[in-house]
């Protein structure tokens, strides 16, 4: 089968999504045609990320995230000459578009060269991001509009699927995955140090100010350590002084540090399914999530951590945590548990294989 992907944004958890399903479904031909966030990573260090010879890269000038009408014409026009190239030569049987400006654009195009196969990931519901009511409202009329050009919407989490349900829009839902290793954390029970982590790029979408307004009340406790694994434009958010930025890290020493840590940490204003969430459930920590869109789905009920919907109770809830210890490793068990029973790779890679196989309308 031959599988194009397509995405305006390559980077950050959308590459991971798209190099889990590449890197399970080896008997298949997969081009990804992108676009690039130098700001965020070079598409070369993305690139790299993949493995083997079925898989290559078609680069997409004039993609880009935030809506510029003129560019935007520009970037469907080569999309359009893409698609119509690979349809013409018979390389397509399915088109696979990621992110909201790529399913939006992706959609229109397909519609007007008449690729019937199409399915659109959103990744994070877009009108749930904007700055202002306004641009929510016009993310949600875009995302409207774009499901009467056709193809299936696939959300990655069951609340992204209720959002879009609310809205009117036709969808399905395959959970995220990630590969379950069997191996437990390894972190000591340490009685002098405690560590709370996250991951991810350093952007107005994981609120780094709430982080830092959490990891401050801590700032005079010598035991407590907040660690972000990442980096990103909204870095000089992090003031506390007991927050350590490492940067961007080989994904090995990125594991490791979210496996030493106590507690992993979501301050995220919305997300899709985040697999940085999914890889600290695979490692047994207890979690501490924003109440939002793909933060619900990783929260079994209190029993593997908590949700919380402001910064009191955050520290209400670290504070718990710090007191209560011998706990943790029972939360983070229940943390595996879910993971496995939910989030396994092979059980998304098999339900999107049926889909890439069926007749999508």
Same mark, same amino acid.
């Given at each position: !089968?031959?599988?194009?992907?397509?995405?305006? *944004?390559?980077?950050?958890? +959308?590459?991971?999504?798209?190099? =889990? #399903?590449?890197?399970?479904?080896?008997?298949?031909?997969?081009?990804? +045609?992108h676009?690039?966030?130098?700001?965020?990573?070079?598409?070369?260090?993305?690139?790299?990320?993949?493995?083997?010879?079925?898989?290559?890269?078609?680069?997409?000038?004039?993609?880009?995230?935030?809506?510029?009408?003129?560019?935007?014409?520009? %970037?469907?026009?080569?999309?359009?000459?893409?698609?119509?190239?690979?349809?013409?030569?018979?390389?397509?049987?399915?088109v696979?578009?990621? =992110?909201?400006?790529?399913?939006?654009?992706?959609?229109?195009?397909c519609?007007?060269l008449?690729?019937?196969?199409?399915?659109?990931?959103?990744?994070?519901? $877009?009108?749930?991001?904007?700055?202002?009511?306004?641009?929510?409202?016009l993310?949600?009329?875009?995302?409207?509009?774009?499901? @009467?050009?056709?193809?299936?919407?696939?959300?990655?989490?069951?609340?992204?699927?209720? %959002?879009?349900?609310?809205l009117?829009?036709? *969808?399905?839902?395959?959970?995220?995955?990630?590969?379950?290793?069997?191996?437990p954390?390894?972190a $000591?029970?340490?009685?002098?140090?405690?560590?709370?982590?996250?991951?991810?790029?350093?952007?107005?979408?994981?609120? $780094?100010?709430?982080?830092n307004?959490?990891? @401050?009340y801590?700032? &005079?406790?010598?035991t407590?350590?907040?660690?972000?694994?990442?980096?990103?434009?909204?870095?000089?958010?992090?003031?506390?002084?007991?927050?350590?930025?490492?940067?961007?890290?080989?994904?090995?020493?990125?594991?490791?540090?979210?496996?030493?840590?106590?507690?992993?940490?979501?301050? %995220?204003?919305?997300?899709?399914? =985040?697999?940085?969430?999914?890889?600290?459930?695979?490692?047994?920590?207890?979690?501490?999530?924003?109440?939002c869109?793909?933060?619900?789905? !990783?929260?079994? @009920?209190?029993?593997?951590?908590?949700?919380?919907?402001?910064?009191? &109770?955050?520290?209400?809830? #670290?504070?718990?945590y710090?007191?209560?210890?011998? !706990? #943790? $490793?029972? !939360?983070?068990?229940?943390?595996?548990?879910?993971?496995?029973s939910?989030?396994?790779?092979?059980?998304?890679?098999?339900?999107?294989?049926?889909?890439?196989? =069926?007749?999508?309308?």
């Amino acid at each position: !089968m031959k599988i194009v992907h397509v995405v305006e *944004a390559f980077a950050s958890g +959308i590459a991971v999504f798209i190099n =889990s #399903l590449v890197e399970n479904m080896k008997e298949d031909q997969h081009l990804i +045609i992108h676009g690039e966030r130098e700001h965020v990573m070079k598409a070369d260090e993305v690139k790299r990320q993949f493995k083997g010879v079925h898989v290559s890269f078609l680069r997409w000038p004039s993609a880009c995230r935030n809506i510029r009408p003129l560019k935007d014409i520009r %970037a469907s026009l080569e999309l359009y000459r893409f698609l119509k190239d690979l349809r013409d030569n018979r390389e397509v049987d399915v088109v696979h578009l990621h =992110s909201s400006k790529g399913g939006f654009l992706g959609r229109v195009v397909c519609r007007l060269l008449r690729i019937r196969k199409v399915i659109y990931t959103p990744n994070g519901a $877009p009108f749930l991001v904007g700055k202002s009511a306004f641009s929510n409202r016009l993310y949600k009329v875009l995302e409207q509009l774009g499901a @009467r050009f056709g193809g299936k919407v696939v959300c990655c989490s069951l609340s992204e699927w209720q %959002a879009y349900r609310d809205l009117g829009i036709d *969808a399905t839902q395959i959970n995220n995955g990630i590969k379950l290793t069997g191996e437990p954390s390894k972190a $000591p029970l340490d009685d002098t140090g405690f560590t709370v982590v996250t991951s991810g790029r350093i952007a107005a979408q994981k609120n $780094p100010t709430l982080f830092n307004a959490i990891a @401050r009340y801590f700032e &005079e406790w010598s035991t407590i350590t907040f660690v972000w694994v990442g980096d990103g434009d909204e870095r000089a958010r992090l003031t506390a002084r007991n927050i350590h930025v490492t940067g961007w890290l080989p994904k090995e020493q990125a594991s490791a540090l979210i496996r030493d840590a106590d507690v992993y940490l979501s301050t %995220a204003r919305f997300e899709g399914l =985040s697999f940085a969430g999914l890889e600290a459930l695979q490692l047994e920590k207890p979690v501490l999530l924003t109440d939002c869109i793909g933060n619900r789905d !990783m929260h079994a @009920r209190g029993s593997n951590g908590d949700l919380f919907k402001n910064e009191g &109770e955050a520290v209400v809830k #670290l504070l718990r945590y710090f007191n209560n210890r011998l !706990m #943790l $490793p029972v !939360m983070g068990r229940h943390s595996a548990a879910l993971c496995a029973s939910e989030f396994n790779i092979q059980d998304t890679y098999h339900q999107y294989r049926s889909l890439y196989k =069926s007749d999508i309308i």
